[in-house]
């Protein structure tokens, strides 16, 4: 099995922190990515595979595959044990929906924060422009915040134990925090869910090799 990745694809990792939950042996390829041309020239695998041309894309043998969610699925299909999805029907559609969430509402709050491999934009009205976008997309994390916290009540994770839910929230939040968006300190409930979730080995092991892109990657975290 082969994952093809990059060093800053917040949904590459995630299919990465599930393929090392489950314990499933493969191979990763980094595509070329770098601040001045992007993930230009693009990988021909992921080309020939993914009509979006985005990386993860997973090979198994003969079977190609492109989107974390899919590839999700194929994986719980595939190797069962440890489930990362509920067994019950209702529990199973709420960890699908909290995935969701994750990817196509959060995510793309935090993506409207700024791109750190982006370099900086030199006319000052595009600044303004998407500091005013940065501003409008922090109120709509907070409610997101809020939103989440309902969800979670009481509970360790999202869906009773750690599912997929929780790897895509997690990495949607990840990417708020390494945006400088709204950190969980008025959110205690999240904030404990978030460093639970974190201290995973698949999970830290994720979020330590972001960092670390991070820091070779984006001249903005040169302080951090």
């Avoid at 099995?1 to 949904?11: C, D, H, N, R, T």
């Avoid at 601040?35 to 985005?54: I, S, T, W």
């Avoid at 003969?62 to 974390?68: E, N, P, R, T, V």
Wanted: aromatic letters at 10%.
């Amino acid at each position: 099995m082969k994952l093809y990745s990059a060093p800053l694809s917040l949904f590459s990792r995630k299919v990465e922190i599930a393929l090392r939950e489950k314990a499933i042996d493969f191979e990763r390829e980094m595509v070329p990515f770098s601040q001045a041309a992007g993930y230009e020239p693009r990988h021909p695998v992921v080309l020939a595979v993914n009509p979006k041309r985005q990386v993860p894309v997973l090979i198994d043998g003969d079977l190609a595959l492109f989107d974390s969610t899919l590839i999700f699925e194929y994986l719980e299909d595939l190797h069962p044990s440890p489930p990362l999805y509920p067994t019950e029907v209702r529990m199973r559609a709420r960890c699908r929906l909290l995935e969701l969430i994750g990817d196509e509402v959060l995510a793309p709050l935090a993506f409207r924060l700024g791109y750190r491999t982006e370099p900086p934009a030199q006319d000052a009205q595009v600044r303004a422009q998407r500091e005013a976008a940065g501003r409008r997309a922090e109120i709509d994390i907070a409610a997101a915040y809020d939103d989440l916290t309902t969800r979670l009540g009481t509970g360790r994770f999202f869906c009773a134990d750690f599912s997929y839910a929780d790897i895509a929230l997690f990495m949607a939040v990840l990417w708020v925090l390494r945006l400088d968006g709204p950190r969980l300190d008025a959110w205690p409930g999240l904030a404990r869910w978030y460093a639970r979730v974190g201290a995973r080995h698949a999970v830290a092991a994720a979020a330590a090799e972001i960092a670390a892109a991070d820091r070779e990657l984006s001249p903005l975290v040169a302080h951090q």
